[in-house]
């Protein structure tokens, strides 16, 4: 097997007779003794000439070609039970593992199905109506089901993402997503791959339970098999020898549980800043060097700058998207991107965040390890109090640097709305600072970039968990806890789709031994 690299023009896609070609030349054969070409990567090169670049996996008559395969889902109606709480992506692809080695996943979500919890985000967006347990961030396919879908990840070091993307691509998403560089699937087709992959689990004897929000998580010593009893809510008790636990990074409820019981937790870094807002057409012009045409993607862009000793860096970057209101609880403002498999709005945004250290914050001490989730809460909290409503505080970008009042606002994808506010003044200094700074440097990488047609608005807040369940990197079971088993961003171990479910699979791998 051999691979090797060509280039197409974006509006050309390779035919197969192409392929064979460049493969017979690149093994040095005749084309009739290529048994195999296949495109294993695809990336978009705007450098110079607009092309897409390949990566052509080929073998010659003879050679052993061993393409990836899925491992077979089993039934695990009788088998023993694994309950996992939470529904997002590690939870998700922590029963899909479990199927397959065997065991029985038992599913806890405390949101609703996918297709209700569209019901209750049309009220959020609409109404400024806040469903605790049903929103961007809680209910059945996590907050990823509704934030774009993007399967970028760096973390191929702890995991095989090839059982992520072919997992997805069994349920529903294009074929695509297996060979581009910065694969995404769109908040308009999640939703039913996030159905699918249900139904696949309750075929298999998996269970799903919605509406059970966890309440407790007692050790049993009652002499059974069973090392755990999960309270809920509503009065219903499961038991199981492990429990995965898959919260996602806004169930700030089972860190103050944690801490009750006096469990270990630890205080964990996150990133704090704006999303972005800027018209499509202009980040298409900085990206395609005013070479674009109709029928090319959406530009995206990644930014990162270091400043004050800290990163400064893009986030969430939705090219095509809008903004939405990522709120988990009344009386505070968060907000997130999303887009659809077309990219199609006539607007991107991203999250601008700098990291936050426990150092940054020292007055936040005093709340031990809940001291930058305290101070994450305060910062949301203060740009609800602007308008007491899920309107926006914003400003132009250049006017929020230089320290000056905006007026008028550039029309955005916001459906609540945008306020003019003075966030030069409403974000902690060490933020501001560290931004500022950051949108002039991206300003000179990106020509264009720093502009006041683009809007800033406040706050994006939950890049990651603030929190981390710390845990034995061997069993990967929590602290001094056999069998309950953190996973995912809200336990502190991955940020996005991919990582999320690759943590979710290592999980499912440890408990099957």
């Not at 052993?64 to 009788?78: F, G, K």
């Not at 023993?80 to 029963?95: D, H, L, T, W």
């Not at 309440?215 to 429990?243: E, F």
């Amino acid at each position: 097997m051999k691979e090797f690299d060509i280039s197409f023009p974006i509006n050309h896609t390779p035919t197969e007779e192409e392929l064979v070609s460049a493969s017979a030349r690149a093994l040095g054969v005749a084309k009739a003794k290529v048994a195999f070409a296949k495109i294993v990567k695809r990336s978009l090169d705007a450098r110079g000439e607009i092309v897409y670049r390949y990566r052509i996996a080929a073998a010659s008559e003879g050679e052993t070609v061993q393409e990836y395969r899925l491992p077979d889902y089993r039934n695990v109606s009788s088998s023993r039970p694994v309950i996992i709480v939470g529904g997002g992506p590690a939870g998700m692809f922590a029963s899909l593992r479990l199927l397959m080695e065997g065991l029985k996943p038992v599913i806890l979500e405390r949101g609703k199905d996918v297709h209700s919890r569209k019901t209750d985000l049309a009220l959020l967006n609409r109404e400024g109506v806040v469903n605790p347990d049903s929103n961007y961030c809680f209910g059945e396919g996590g907050a990823g089901t509704f934030s774009d879908g993007k399967l970028f990840t760096r973390s191929n070091k702890r995991g095989d993402i090839r059982e992520v993307l072919h997992q997805l691509v069994r349920f529903g998403a294009d074929e695509s997503i297996l060979t581009d560089a910065h694969p995404h699937i769109g908040s308009d087709r999640l939703p039913e791959i996030v159905e699918n992959i249900r139904k696949c689990i309750v075929e298999h004897g998996g269970e799903y339970h919605f509406g059970e929000t966890v309440i407790d998580l007692q050790q049993v010593m009652d002499g059974t098999s069973d090392r755990w009893k999960v309270v809920c809510a509503g009065g219903n008790v499961y038991r199981a020898a492990d429990v995965v636990l898959a919260t996602g990074h806004s169930s700030r409820e089972i860190y103050k549980m944690f801490d009750s019981k006096g469990w270990t937790l630890q205080a964990k870094g996150f990133a704090m800043g704006l999303r972005a807002e800027h018209p499509q057409s202009l980040i298409n012009r900085i990206q395609y060097h005013g070479k674009y045409q109709p029928g090319m993607p959406a530009a995206e862009y990644s930014l990162v700058e270091q400043v004050e000793g800290r990163g400064v860096f893009s986030f969430c970057m939705c090219p095509g998207g809008i903004l939405v209101p990522a709120v988990s609880s009344a009386g505070e403002l968060v907000l997130n991107g999303m887009s659809g498999s077309g990219r199609s709005s006539r607007w991107a945004n991203a999250g601008i965040v700098c990291s936050v250290e426990p150092e940054d914050v020292p007055e936040f001490d005093k709340y031990g390890p809940f001291g930058l989730m305290e101070f994450q809460k305060s910062v949301e909290r203060a740009m609800f109090g602007f308008s007491y409503s899920l309107k926006a505080p914003g400003q132009r970008m250049m006017d929020f640097c230089r320290r000056k009042d905006s007026g008028n606002l550039p029309v955005s994808s916001y459906q609540p709305g945008v306020l003019n506010a003075p966030l030069y003044e409403m974000l902690p200094e060490f933020v501001y600072s560290r931004l500022r700074v950051a949108f002039s440097e991206f300003g000179r990488k990106m020509k264009g970039y720093y502009t006041n047609d683009a809007l800033v608005l406040a706050v994006e807040s939950r890049t990651s968990s603030p929190v981390r369940i710390p845990r034995d990197e061997n069993t990967l079971n929590a602290a001094g806890l056999p069998g309950l088993y953190p996973c995912g961003e809200g336990s502190g171990y991955s940020g996005g789709i991919v990582s999320s479910a690759v943590d979710g699979i290592l999980v499912a791998a440890s408990i099957a031994g």
